[in-house]
């Protein structure tokens, strides 16, 4: 049914709660997991009319060296459930884009990925990424909360 799963995560403890749901789901059928953390490019900031020029390489250097160890406490993880993992690292100011495009990329027939579950004014205004994935994809999404 599902032989390659695709789980977004951005560290946070929902996600990681997600993390374990989708490698718990591949353990039962077999599935392959991919994990891919998405983060922003970096870019100058504005203060007050001003443009500030961040070092954009040092800033690049220390986002990806977190990445790498948090992906390392996920390969720590998989191994000790017995599930083949992959793990990915992409920049892009639209999450849900990178999401929906890693799954095609990697051929994932499955994205598990948390929900906040916000609401009313917060959700209009943080926004959703999970529903912006829920609206675009064509692969199943499982949600967890």
């Known amino acids: 049914m599902y032989d390659r799963i695709l789980?977004?995560?951005d560290g946070s403890e929902l996600a990681e709660?997600?993390?374990?749901?989708?490698l718990a789901l591949a353990k039962t059928v077999g599935a392959k997991v991919?994990?891919?953390?998405?983060?922003?490019?970096p870019a100058p900031m504005v203060y007050e009319g001003?443009?500030?020029a961040l070092p954009t390489e040092e800033i690049r250097e220390e986002i990806a060296a977190r990445v790498a160890e948090h992906f390392k406490a996920l390969a720590?993880?998989?191994a000790a459930v017995g599930v083949p993992l992959e793990t990915v690292h992409v920049e892009n100011d639209s999450?849900?884009?990178a999401i929906i495009d890693t799954a095609k990329?990697?051929?994932a027939n499955l994205i598990v990925m948390a929900s906040h579950g916000r609401r009313g004014l917060t959700a209009v205004l943080l926004g959703s990424e999970t529903q912006k994935v829920?609206?675009?994809s064509t692969i199943p999404v499982l949600v967890c909360r």
């Open 7 to 9: 789980i977004p995560t």
């Open 17 to 22: 709660k997600a993390v374990d749901q989708g």
């Open 34 to 41: 991919t994990i891919v953390r998405v983060t922003n490019v």
């Open 50 to 52: 001003v443009v500030v």
């Open 76 to 78: 720590s993880k998989a």
């Open 95 to 97: 999450p849900y884009v």
């Open 105 to 107: 990329d990697k051929g």
């Open 134 to 136: 829920l609206t675009h």
